[in-house]
């Protein structure tokens, strides 16, 4: 499948879009906001900051956010709408979608099928891409998918590439469903002040609790599978330090005072803490594969920086 991003309107926002504090998701949602609005518009995805652990059956709970919730965001906080994604869709479906005047489509599926992905026949996972139409094949398509990050299988670098619908219909018709929603912008869009946003983001870590914060750690503290509760522990701190890095991003784009600049110097530094600690976390998952304890006090590290979080929100929102 060649690759060609020197052609095509989203190449500009590819070469360029610096995704190193965002996940899957995010990624692609910056790069359908940038390529419709301008570079740096992606800027208020990284407005809300939250600490909302969900329950997942029989597993650890996470905080890792649903498309549904990344959408919402991008909507209110950006002003580019994604439909809500389609189960089941067919690649027929995206293709006649594309020529029929969408032009955007924001796809979810398995990261197993995509064979630009590094995970591409080796693991099923969601991850993101986006369609559009070749500008000079009508029998092509493109894919773009703006995510850069490491892999345990190599790195996922962002890229376009050119496909048949033949290609397309290995990826959209297999086995696991895929799910696409139309992109569009939001006319009259007006994004919400700053100092609301600071102070929603203050009340929703404030009113989570200490005790939400609790039960959050031992989950992972107590879990009877050490090597499961490492791996798990690794993703979400990874998680949460992207948030943090990305929150930060955004503040650095108020005007001067909104947030004080003692206040950015601090939010900063706990993007950092969380990014250290993520590389403790990765380090105590090698130890435990290896048969070994996790390093002591990780989890009461783990408890003071989701703490820190909420300290930090009401000092910006002062």
């Known amino acids: 499948m060649p690759?060609?991003?020197?052609?095509?309107?989203?190449?500009?926002?590819?070469g360029v879009l610096d995704t190193s504090a965002m996940d899957c998701v995010q990624a692609n949602m910056a790069l359908v906001a940038d390529h419709l609005l301008g570079p740096g518009s992606h800027a208020g995805l990284g407005a809300p900051v939250r600490f909302m652990p969900r329950d997942r059956p029989g597993d650890l709970p996470t905080v890792e956010p649903t498309v549904t919730e990344h959408a919402r965001v991008l909507r209110d906080l950006v002003g580019v709408d994604i439909a809500e994604p389609t189960d089941g869709l067919r690649a027929a479906t995206a293709l006649e979608a594309l020529h029929r005047g969408s032009r955007l489509l924001f796809v979810v599926a398995d990261a197993y099928s995509l064979p630009w992905c590094p995970y591409f026949v080796r693991q099923h996972m969601s991850h993101t891409f986006v369609l559009t139409p070749h500008e000079r094949l009508q029998d092509r398509v493109r894919v773009w998918d703006a995510y850069?990050?490491?892999?345990?299988?190599?790195?996922?670098?962002?890229?376009?590439?050119?496909?048949?619908?033949?290609?397309?219909?290995?990826?959209?018709?297999?086995?696991?469903?895929?799910?696409?929603?139309?992109?569009?912008?939001?006319?009259?869009?007006?994004?919400?002040?700053?100092?609301?946003?600071?102070?929603?983001?203050?009340?929703?870590?404030?009113?989570?609790?200490?005790?939400?914060?609790?039960?959050?750690?031992?989950?992972?503290?107590?879990?009877?599978?050490?090597?499961?509760?490492?791996?798990?522990?690794?993703?979400?701190?990874?998680?949460?330090?992207?948030?943090?890095?990305?929150?930060?991003?955004?503040?650095?784009?108020?005007?001067?005072?909104?947030?004080?600049?003692?206040?950015?110097?601090?939010?900063?530094?706990?993007?950092?803490?969380?990014?250290?600690?993520?590389?403790?976390?990765?380090?105590?998952?090698?130890?435990?594969?290896?048969?070994?304890?996790?390093?002591?006090?990780?989890?009461?590290?783990?408890?003071?920086?989701?703490?820190?979080?909420?300290?930090?929100?009401?000092r910006l929102a002062a």
């Not at 690759?3 to 590819?14: L, Y």
């Not at 107590?222 to 992207?242: F, G, I, N, V």
Request: glycine letters at 8%; one cysteine or more; hydrophobic letters at 35%.
């Open 3 to 14: 690759q060609d991003t020197k052609t095509g309107s989203p190449a500009d926002v590819v």
């Open 148 to 314: 850069d990050n490491e892999t345990p299988f190599g790195r996922a670098r962002p890229g376009g590439w050119t496909m048949t619908p033949n290609e397309v219909s290995r990826i959209l018709d297999g086995a696991r469903p895929v799910r696409a929603g139309t992109v569009t912008v939001l006319p009259g869009h007006v994004t919400p002040d700053p100092g609301d946003v600071l102070r929603r983001n203050a009340e929703a870590l404030t009113g989570t609790g200490t005790r939400a914060v609790e039960e959050y750690v031992s989950a992972y503290r107590d879990h009877p599978d050490r090597r499961r509760a490492a791996e798990a522990l690794l993703l979400e701190t990874w998680l949460l330090a992207r948030s943090r890095r990305l929150h930060h991003t955004w503040l650095t784009t108020l005007p001067a005072g909104t947030a004080g600049a003692a206040g950015v110097r601090a939010q900063a530094e706990q993007a950092d803490a969380w990014q250290e600690f993520a590389g403790r976390c990765y380090l105590a998952a090698r130890r435990v594969r290896r048969g070994r304890p996790e390093p002591a006090r990780l989890h009461e590290r783990f408890a003071q920086l989701l703490t820190r979080d909420a300290e930090l929100a009401r």
